[in-house]
């Protein structure tokens, strides 16, 4: 059951004509890298795309996200025993698995909290009606972080406030069904706080947090007619406009917070591109070497410490493959 929910997530998405990821590839032989560079003038050279999951027994991996020191990226997939999180070294090696089956349901985004201890995963589809799932990296079975019941979380942000990791994930408030972006203490709460709800946003997917507490997040909309929004206290300003997003979406920050890459369709052909949006010119440009081939989707994710990135791709392959992406 739970792979065929996750099949129909991505036929869902190729319907919609999404695609995913700073970086899909037209996908090249395991151990294989790539470079290209930015068009149009974008501040940022994407200096290199490696897969690293060059061995492993999972398929169609989710989402992907690298830790602090960028050396193991963990994902989200399919294996022998069920859905859940498996490991594999960025620099390349066998993917393994570090927990997978119950109570995991169909586990989709993932993100990395402070210090590289666990993971946290969004189960939209979980037993008590969605939730996050926090996993020790140091074994054990994951735990239901309390006060995300309820709430079928899509994607998620791990934010250091005060001392502290707080999670911001997009979902739903259970209460009345509304959907939002919220956020949550990592050692959980009574009940998640409200960042936004409701109009106009309609379907959100995934967020990325600035060190400034500024929150950027995709929204699929109607009609696959996309959208981004940047969130600044009670301000809530849309960014661009009919985006063909990704399914998880990508979207994330350069270490230095200057540009937002959010990955999507070209205009003109469902192939894939990654726009480049100056946050203070608010002016886009498009990379589209190397990734205007693939049509798959994935999610993205930034190390803490630098620009490096990792990528799931469903189906490179045939079974989909995790990848290390390098900026200058």
């Known amino acids: 059951m739970t792979h065929q929910r996750l099949v129909a997530l991505f036929t869902f998405g190729l319907l919609c004509l999404l695609a995913c990821a700073l970086l899909s ?29 060059t061995g492993g027994d999972f398929q169609t991996p989710l989402d992907s996200a690298i830790d602090e020191g960028a ?6 997939a399919t294996g022998p025993n069920g859905s859940g999180v498996f490991r594999v070294p960025a620099a390349g090696g066998t993917a393994t698995a570090i927990y997978t089956g119950h109570p995991f349901v169909a586990p989709n985004s993932i993100a990395v909290g402070s210090g590289s201890q666990r993971v946290f995963i969004a189960d939209p589809e979980g037993w008590k009606g969605g939730e996050i799932f926090a996993l020790s990296l140091s074994g054990g079975k994951p735990e239901v972080l309390r006060g995300t019941e309820g709430t079928a979380p899509r994607g998620l942000d791990v934010a250091r406030e005060n001392g ?28 998640p706080t409200m960042v936004a709800k409701g109009a106009p946003l309609m379907s959100p997917d995934s967020v990325t947090v600035a060190r400034s507490g500024v929150v950027y997040v995709t929204d699929r909309g109607a009609a696959c007619a996309g959208s981004v929004f940047r969130i ?36 003109d052909r469902a192939h894939d591109q990654v726009l480049v949006l100056d946050l ?14 693939n049509q798959d989707a994935g999610g993205l994710h930034r190390a803490r410490r630098s620009n490096v990135f990792s990528w799931a791709d469903s189906k490179g392959h045939g079974t989909g493959l995790v990848y290390t992406v390098a900026l200058n």
């Open 280 to 293: 203070k010119t608010r002016q886009t440009s498009s990379v589209t070497k190397v990734v205007e081939n």
């Open 25 to 53: 590839l037209a996908v090249p032989v395991k151990g294989e890298s790539s470079s290209t560079q930015n068009q149009g003038g974008a501040n940022s050279t994407v200096k290199s795309i490696d897969v690293a999951s």
């Open 232 to 267: 600044a206290g009670s301000k809530i300003e849309k960014l661009l406009d009919n985006v063909n997003l990704g399914n998880p979406a990508g979207l994330a920050l350069t270490l230095d917070e200057s540009l937002l890459l959010i990955s999507a369709l070209q205009p």
């Open 164 to 191: 502290q990791d707080v999670i911001y994930f997009t979902g739903r408030d259970p209460n009345d069904n509304q959907v939002g972006v919220f956020k949550i203490n990592a050692s959980g709460a009574s009940h």
């Open 71 to 76: 050396l193991n990226i963990y994902f989200t």
